[in-house]
């Protein structure tokens, strides 16, 4: 199956009449001019004759060929990947510009279809790699240079190997998926429905979460009950989803003989479950130290005697009000990127010049931010749903360094370019990272540093504590499916246990807030996910911890890092930095950044 990009937390410019500027626009027609395009017929007809000749010219005879051949193999089916991927790219990208749109729905749906079948007999392929001996695969990589190259492919599929079913069964999963996918769009449509009044004004689900940012406490608490009770309304579609997709999982994971829920996800990842169960165990023993010692210095500055759920993502009192215009966003971005490195900013120009970035809040557009690679031969496009707050700054640097990373990584080519998700956020959070520390600098007064770190250490609490609680909140889901249907309060309950816990005793929870779970996009499209953000954060804390003790060369070696890609193993990456992330004081160095953040914001009481 062939992955679309999904919203998660681009040139025409259209004005928003709002003090922000002039917001760009994507510009697809770098993937097709239309759907209509003859490129884009062009394209699935030689797609559907590809996959055809490619099965007839190979299956059941994998282990046959020669070096040579199979390199041919490789290079065709990468071909394969590409030209999938741009339609699904297109379809995907135009489809989150307005998700309520059934004609863009239809597109993207009859897209998908199409090359679920046409892909169908290409089933084969992974499951004969798995049947071929090891013996022939190493004598093949001695062989032949430009093979072993693809060698982490191999790799990467053979990791699968004791959980691969028959021929027939893996063919048969292969078509169910477009009912997966059905149950996706189920809630990305109904999520992009949903129509909040707040303070008798109608509103998205973007820009009802955004008001729980309102310096008004009036306002977010207004917001926040008035998601409770349109979750409340929408209840039982969204806990049909999770049972549903659950259950899905379920039964595919007991057919393959996987050891846990979170196998798949680790599997994909190329991290070992006892790395992930290191980095879960640093961040739960971390939560007093971090998250509880926070809210309880955020408690004091708002005046309150106890927080509420609306009141965790508040400005403090004497933050700057007033919003960053689009223009002043993109130039402190670029200043940052560029300072680290010229060559940085000179990746990050064309994203602001060419049409590669969706700025704007509009109707019916996906919520949250992302940056979608699409193809190593055309270029990634950002998606952001810009605000004006300084936290969007973030994201955009956040979402820049995405594009980045996927520009230097396009190199690999279509097989070797994508990194597991544990890596992908190295190039995002080490971008803003670089933005934070140029703001910092820039910082006139202690109000204005305090407020900067201050956001910024909300920002790690929410990618890497509320990660991991969401990564909890899975877990306990997918064991509670697994011994019978949930009933909406069933998964209330189960999100509930996560959040006192992670948040600590500065909070009370308002009736309704144990809905809060049913918008959050990962649990849906991609299970387990949410454990990448902590990983990527602590990396990144560990490798700026490198970058600012001068460690020589830096650069050139993080240069080298994201050009990487997919094809070297998390160890082979730190390895050049000195880093280790099986080693639990790996995490700790991370976590470790976080509390001296805290440790200088109590100083400056």
Not at 571 to 589: H, I, R, T, V
């Amino acid at each position: 199956m062939f992955q679309l990009p999904f919203p998660v937390h681009d040139a025409n410019a259209s004005s928003t009449g709002d003090g922000l500027g002039d917001l760009p626009e994507w510009d697809l027609s770098d993937l097709y001019t239309g759907e209509d395009a003859p490129e884009l017929k062009r394209d699935l007809d030689w797609l559907e004759e590809a996959c055809a000749s490619f099965a007839a010219d190979y299956e059941g005879k994998l282990a046959d060929l020669d070096a040579a051949g199979m390199l041919e193999c490789i290079l065709r089916n990468e071909k394969i990947n590409q030209i999938a991927g741009r339609v699904m790219s297109f379809a995907g990208l135009r489809y989150y510009q307005l998700t309520t749109d059934a004609d863009r729905a239809k597109f993207m749906s009859d897209a998908q279809e199409k090359i679920t079948i046409y892909t169908t007999p290409l089933v084969f392929f992974t499951l004969e790699i798995n049947r071929i001996e090891d013996a022939v695969l190493e004598g093949w990589f001695a062989q032949n240079a430009d093979l072993a190259r693809y060698k982490p492919i191999f790799d990467r599929i053979r990791a699968m190997k004791p959980y691969q079913l028959s021929d027939e069964l893996e063919k048969f999963l292969h078509d169910l998926g477009v009912v997966g996918d059905a149950w996706e769009r189920l809630f990305d449509e109904t999520i992009a429905g949903l129509t909040f009044t707040v303070d008798g004004e109608e509103l998205n689900i973007e820009g009802t979460l955004n008001l729980l940012t309102d310096p008004d406490r009036a306002k977010r608490e207004a917001a926040s009950r008035e998601l409770a009770q349109v979750f409340a309304e929408n209840i039982k579609i969204f806990a049909r989803v999770h049972n549903t997709q659950t259950k899905e999982k379920e039964i595919i994971d007991r057919w393959r003989g996987m050891p846990s829920a979170q196998m798949g996800r680790h599997l994909s990842n190329q991290v070992e479950p006892e790395v992930v169960e290191a980095l879960r165990e640093a961040v739960v023993a971390a939560y007093p130290k971090l998250s509880h010692r926070y809210y309880e210095l955020k408690r004091k500055w708002l005046g309150l005697e106890r927080m509420q759920v609306w009141d965790r993502n508040a400005p403090l009192p004497m933050e700057d009000p007033r919003s960053v215009g689009w223009d002043e966003a993109e130039r402190v971005v670029m200043e940052a990127y560029t300072a680290f490195d010229p060559r940085m900013g000179e990746l990050a120009q064309p994203f602001f010049r060419k049409g590669w970035i969706d700025a704007g809040v509009k109707p019916g557009k996906a919520p949250g931010a992302f940056a979608h690679p699409t193809v190593t031969d055309v270029h990634p496009y950002v998606m952001l749903n810009y605000l004006g707050k300084p936290r969007d700054v973030m994201t955009l640097a956040h979402e820049l360094g995405h594009g980045v990373h996927q520009v230097l990584a396009a190199g690999q080519g279509e097989m070797l370019s994508s990194t597991p998700l544990t890596l992908a956020e190295t190039a995002s959070v080490f971008g803003e990272m670089l933005t934070f520390r140029k703001m910092l600098d820039g910082a006139e007064t202690q109000e204005q540093r305090k407020v900067l770190l201050a956001g910024k250490v909300e920002d790690m609490i929410n990618t890497v504590i509320r990660q991991i609680a969401f990564y909890d909140f899975e877990c306990k889901l997918h064991a509670a499916r697994r011994g019978g249907e949930l009933t909406p309060d069933d998964i209330n309950a189960i999100w509930m246990s996560v959040q006192g816990e992670s948040l600590g005793p500065a909070f009370d929870f308002m009736e309704g807030y144990e809905t809060f779970w049913a918008y959050i996009p990962h649990f849906v499209h991609s299970p387990f996910y949410v454990y990448a953000y902590a990983f990527g954060d602590g990396l990144v804390n560990a490798l700026y911890s490198v970058y600012a003790e001068g460690g020589e060369g830096f650069e050139e070696k993080y240069f080298e890092m994201l050009k990487a890609g997919g094809s070297k193993h998390h160890k082979e990456l730190l390895a050049p930095f000195g880093l280790d992330a099986s080693d639990p004081a790996f995490w700790d160095k991370g976590l470790s950044m976080i509390a001296g953040m805290i440790d200088e914001l109590e100083a400056l009481e």
